[in-house]
């Protein structure tokens, strides 16, 4: 049972550079989400998705996209790299549908190095 | 605008003392509340959650405390340990699954 996990583990990018950050997860949740972490911003939700098909905008969706084919993946798209999008990237899942008290599995996170 | 507010950047708590983190809303609409643990380098894990219909929740040497009045919540740690030396975030929804994370507080149990 593997968890959550993420690829890359680091990467560095070129501003205008797009690329895709892979989020895989064998616990069959329903329910995946991606939070970026800034110095002394906590983590802030990007997208997230209830379920194969279905995904919405968090706090934070301009300059990604997502798409959610099945229950196990979640990529995150950036369009066109940006200094401000310099950041490390955790990706989650959780059984929360329906219970949104229950607890989220995070990734071990991508540190995105955008020049 | 933080709706989610953790005023406290950081803690420094004596081992076998208990370490009291805070936790503030503005929204009043939220309803679930959740304490993460993140070590350096490493992805935040869950450590308790409560919902708005308690007042108390209490799993091992963890104890949130929520007081919807106040829009306030806390997490008690008893005893501290020097493992528990970590960021202290919460988190809170309101039921849409758009979870809302605090700045965090740094914890330093001193041995």
């Known amino acids: 049972n593997a968890g959550v996990t993420q690829t890359p583990k680091f990467q560095v990018l070129k501003t205008g550079q797009s690329m895709t950050l892979q989020c895989a997860q064998d616990?069959?949740?329903?329910?995946m989400s991606w939070y970026r972490q800034d110095p002394g911003m906590g983590l802030r939700l990007i997208h997230y998705s209830v379920g194969a098909g279905i995904t919405d905008q968090g706090e934070v969706p301009n300059g990604y996209n997502v798409s959610r084919s099945t229950t196990e993946d979640f990529p995150l798209r950036l369009l066109s790299a940006a200094p401000s999008q310099t950041s490390v990237y955790f990706c989650?899942?959780?059984?929360?549908?329906?219970?949104?008290?229950?607890?989220?599995?995070f990734g071990p996170g991508t540190r995105l190095t955008v020049l | 605008d933080q709706q989610v507010k953790q005023n406290s950047p950081s803690l420094s708590v004596q081992e076998g003392r208990i370490s009291i983190l805070n936790c503030d809303y503005t929204?009043?609409?939220?309803?679930?509340f959740l304490w993460y643990k993140k070590y350096p380098a490493e992805g935040p894990t869950f450590l308790i959650s409560?919902?708005?219909?308690?007042d108390k929740n209490e799993d091992g040497r963890f104890t949130v405390f929520l007081n919807k009045s106040a829009k306030h919540l806390s997490l008690h740690i008893v005893p501290s340990q020097p493992g528990d030396s970590a960021v202290y975030f919460c988190?809170?929804?309101?039921?849409?699954?758009?979870?809302?994370f605090g700045t965090g507080t740094r914890l330093k149990v001193l041995a």
């Open positions: 929204n009043s609409m939220f309803d679930y």
């Open positions: 409560i919902s708005s219909i308690k």
């Open positions: 616990m069959n949740h329903e329910y």
């Open positions: 989650a899942s959780s059984s929360a549908v329906g219970l949104p008290e229950n607890e989220q599995f």
């Open positions: 988190a809170a929804d309101s039921g849409t699954y758009k979870y809302i």
